[in-house]
Nanobody, 119 residues
Framework: QVQLQESGPGLVKSSQTLSLTCTIS??????????WSWIRQPPGKGLEWLGA???????YYSPSLKSHTSISRDTSKTQFSLQLTSVTPEDTAVYYC???????????WGQGTQVTVSS
């Protein structure tokens, strides 16, 4: 059974870059056909999809955040990462990594990590 775990700093200053990593155990980038995704939930708001990376390395981003979002992967470490540049306090949220399958939807989630952007 695949497990996902987010890691990264809990506090980032405005205008800096937020960097998070998701470590996958029990799964593979190259043999499993999933979209490995980043999703966040700001306080008091709903879930917001940020982007995803597919098993062939293709990346997909939310149109509203595409200009300052980057997702990459390290197949040797079975990790994928999120970078969000020029953050503001509005980027404060719980950030989740998750696995998406076309037939099952989001079937695996990390526990989430709180990131606070200070002004």
């Amino acid at each position: 059974q695949v497990q996902l775990q987010e890691s990264g700093p809990g506090l980032v200053k405005s205008s800096q870059t937020l960097s998070l990593t998701c470590t996958i155990s029990g799964g593979s980038f190259t043999t499993d056909y999933y979209y490995w995704s980043w999703i966040r939930q700001p306080p008091g708001k709903g879930l917001e999809w940020l982007g995803a990376i597919y098993n062939d390395g293709s990346t997909y981003y939310s149109p509203s955040l595409k200009s300052h979002t980057s997702i990459s992967r390290d197949t040797s470490k079975t990790q994928f990462s999120l970078q969000l540049t020029s953050v503001t306090p509005e980027d404060t949220a719980v950030y989740y990594c998750a696995r998406y399958d076309w037939s099952r939807g989001y079937d695996s989630w990390g526990q989430g990590t709180q990131v606070t952007v200070s002004s």
